[in-house]
């Protein structure tokens, strides 16, 4: 359902969640403690911070940090910016149109399956799923 970029994204939003209020982090502790790779890593981050999800600081003691509470912060804004909500409502059986009034033979079933992701992405933030009890680190 999330491409691989909005999954490390969320892993990464939830990494400097759990860290709220101890400073910024680097990317590369960053992309260590969510098994990301650190050069990918990197990116995602930048992206976040051009949305302004997160904020980045320069220098020695420098890195990136929520830009705000993680109560503030729905999953939908941090995946958001790495696939624009029209690219979700494409087809998913690849037909170049397909609506409520010209369906493909998936549509209906789809479109529930569509809506329960996007409700739960927008009605969850990152404060509901840090779970301060799992390790550190993802597999």
Known sequence: MLSRTEEYALRAAVCLA???GDGARRARDI???TGVPANYMSKILHQLARAGVVRSERGRTGG???SGPPEEFVLSTVVGPFE???ERTRCLLGRPEC???HP???HDRWKVIKEAA???LEGTTLADVIDE???SSFP
Do not use: T
Request: aromatic share 12%.
């Open 64 to 66: 990136f940090a929520l």
């Open 104 to 106: 493909c033979g998936a």
């Open 133 to 135: 009890s799992a390790p």
């Open 18 to 20: 759990r860290h709220y």
């Open 84 to 86: 624009p909500q029209i």
């Open 99 to 101: 609506s409520d009034e």
């Open 31 to 33: 992309a260590r403690e």
């Open 118 to 120: 996007l409700e739960f």
